[in-house]
């Protein structure tokens, strides 16, 4: 009696050291550090001029420009269904979406985004209309920021 449980003891005591697999999740990136401001989406070795392809799935006419000096500083106009690309040369410049009230009285509305990465210079954002809030750090938001690392935010 003594024996077997000496052989249970010690198998348990074997079993207990060897530890458990546990399931995680990959973080996005290898530079991904707890908190806020966390990209949504990373591109590998990004290249400008990038080609950046806007889809709109809103159902809302948008406008759409960059933030920085540029051809597109005036905002261009996206009917619902419809497609553009732009051409970002500068990493430093930002996307950023708006939309053509029907009714100027209309609440604020938001946008999310669809992402795929296509190539290391090119990416197709589908843009589609949300109720959730906008909150620090999520993918929902009006400017779409394409960083020279390679992370893309959304604010």
Same mark, same amino acid.
Request: without cysteine; proline residues 8%; glycine residues 8%.
């Given at each position: 009696?003594i024996k077997t449980?000496?052989?249970?003891?010690? !198998?348990? !005591?074997? $079993?207990?050291?060897?530890?458990? +697999?546990?399931?995680?999740?990959?973080?996005?990136?290898?530079?991904?550090?707890?908190?806020?401001?966390?990209?949504?989406?990373?591109?590998?070795?990004?290249?400008?001029?990038?080609?950046? =392809?806007?889809?709109?799935?809103?159902?809302?006419?948008?406008?759409?420009?960059?933030?920085?000096?540029?051809?597109?500083?005036?905002?261009?106009?996206?009917?619902?269904?419809?497609?553009? !690309?732009?051409?970002?040369?500068?990493?430093?410049?930002?996307?950023?979406?708006?939309? /053509?009230?029907?009714?100027?009285?209309?609440?604020?509305?938001?946008?999310?985004? +669809?992402?795929?990465?296509?190539?290391?210079?090119?990416?197709? $954002? =589908? /843009?589609?209309?949300?109720?959730?809030?906008?909150?620090?750090?999520?993918?929902?938001?009006?400017?779409?920021?394409?960083? !020279?690392?390679?992370?893309? $935010? /959304?604010?």
């Amino acid at each position: 009696m003594i024996k077997t449980g000496i052989k249970i003891a010690l !198998s348990l !005591s074997f $079993f207990l050291s060897m530890g458990m +697999n546990v399931v995680s999740q990959t973080p996005p990136a290898n530079t991904y550090q707890e908190g806020f401001w966390q990209p949504i989406a990373r591109v590998d070795n990004p290249q400008f001029p990038m080609t950046v =392809e806007l889809v709109n799935q809103t159902g809302l006419n948008l406008d759409y420009g960059l933030t920085t000096d540029s051809p597109i500083q005036v905002p261009e106009y996206l009917r619902p269904g419809a497609t553009t !690309s732009i051409v970002l040369a500068d990493p430093e410049a930002n996307i950023s979406i708006g939309y /053509i009230p029907l009714d100027p009285r209309n609440e604020e509305i938001s946008f999310e985004y +669809n992402i795929t990465i296509n190539s290391n210079s090119s990416i197709r $954002f =589908e /843009i589609l209309r949300t109720d959730k809030p906008d909150r620090v750090g999520d993918g929902i938001g009006r400017v779409i920021d394409i960083q !020279s690392t390679g992370g893309i $935010f /959304i604010y």
